[in-house]
């Protein structure tokens, strides 16, 4: 296999605070680095033309040099590469970075550029938080539990109403903390890279089947669903999640006995996707609403009810939509979430 000789980058890639590496397009062998991408990897240019990717991959049973030299070769084709790699330096220290592969042409022979980004303390933050994240889900969902099941039994032996009262109250308090252990797993999930694969969806096939199992869980509420539009969005769970929490807390934080909320699907003049839950319950309290906003700092005395409201804003941001509430008239709540369209043409390409 003969491999590109004497190509070279140009060097005002030195100037550049991102990692490049040369790449000869079949074989993978490396023609040429810039200066940061000494740096980082701890090896002379000279080194490492003498190196193939897999001589400073870790030890791992997952990256291997081979899995490198294909990811090359499919740049070279016109397929573009992003991915995390797990590089060891010359030192001996391992780090994890984030790859770009593309093809260019340099002299008139064509080669696959690397850029390379140093990820490994957003890594280990990822990791840690993580970790922390599934501990605290873990001890949410077991120690409110145990709350519940006692405050059960002692509801149960117990004839004075009053007191009744606060254990119906300890009950609520401990199901809604309870049930941020499910919340924290969507944010943990939809926060992940590559967590899920968007595809191009058809929005009746999420909102209709979120509707139905609402109608299912509360027999006694009246939910309507106006399909206006038969629109596609490229979309992941993140648009599930935000649907369900919409039309979830229209219902359970109603104070009716038999609340209407009625979802509808329509579209706006700019082209996007509306999905807009509306319902006749007491107003959400500015405080819910004012902590999504960037800009305005959670005070020590915030008592929000839950995630709910922030799983959505996750979601919905992730997609490149937009998420507003608005009052409904004459009371009640209305949620939009505008998400961008695509023809169904595209959509089925």
Not at 243 to 257: I, M, P, Y
Request: glycine share 6%; net charge negative; hydrophobic share 35%.
């Amino acid at each position: 296999m003969s491999v590109i000789r004497g190509v070279t980058l140009p060097s005002s890639f030195d100037d550049l605070e991102v990692g490049v590496t040369l790449h000869d397009p079949e074989s993978g062998a490396i023609l040429d680095v810039n200066e940061s991408l000494e740096r980082l990897y701890g090896y002379s240019t000279a080194e490492l033309r003498e190196m193939s990717v897999g001589d400073y991959t870790a030890p791992s049973t997952k990256y291997t040099g081979e899995g490198a030299r294909e990811r090359i070769r499919a740049a070279a084709d016109g397929d573009h590469q992003s991915f995390e790699w797990q590089v060891e330096r010359a030192s001996g220290e391992l780090l994890w970075v984030r790859v770009r592969l593309s093809p260019t042409t340099i002299d008139g022979r064509t080669c696959v550029v690397a850029e390379v980004d140093d990820i490994t303390e957003y890594r280990t933050r990822e990791r840690r938080l993580r970790l922390l994240s599934r501990i605290v889900r873990h001890n949410l969902r077991n120690r409110m539990n145990l709350v519940q099941g006692h405050a059960a039994h002692v509801g149960r032996a117990l004839d004075d109403e009053t007191l009744s009262a606060e254990v119906e109250t300890i009950e609520r308090v401990a199901a809604e903390v309870g049930s941020l252990s499910e919340s924290v797993s969507q944010i943990e999930e939809m926060a992940q890279p590559d967590a899920t694969e968007r595809e191009p969806t058809n929005v009746r096939a999420v909102v209709a089947p979120v509707v139905d199992a609402a109608r299912e869980a509360y027999p006694e509420a009246g939910l309507t669903l106006t399909l206006a539009e038969n629109a596609w969005l490229i979309a992941d769970d993140g648009l599930r999640y935000a649907v369900e929490h919409a039309v979830e807390n229209a219902l359970e934080h109603s104070d009716r006995d038999s609340p209407t909320v009625e979802v509808s699907v329509t579209a706006d003049d700019r082209g996007k996707c509306v999905i807009r839950i509306a319902d006749d319950g007491p107003p959400i309290p500015d405080v819910e609403t004012d902590v999504l906003d960037e800009t305005v700092a959670a005070s020590s005395t915030y008592h929000g009810t839950g995630v709910g409201l922030w799983v959505m804003q996750w979601c919905v941001n992730s997609l490149g939509g937009e998420l507003s509430f608005t009052e409904n008239d004459p009371r009640g709540n209305v949620v939009e979430i505008a998400l961008p369209r695509v023809d169904e043409a595209d959509a089925s390409r």
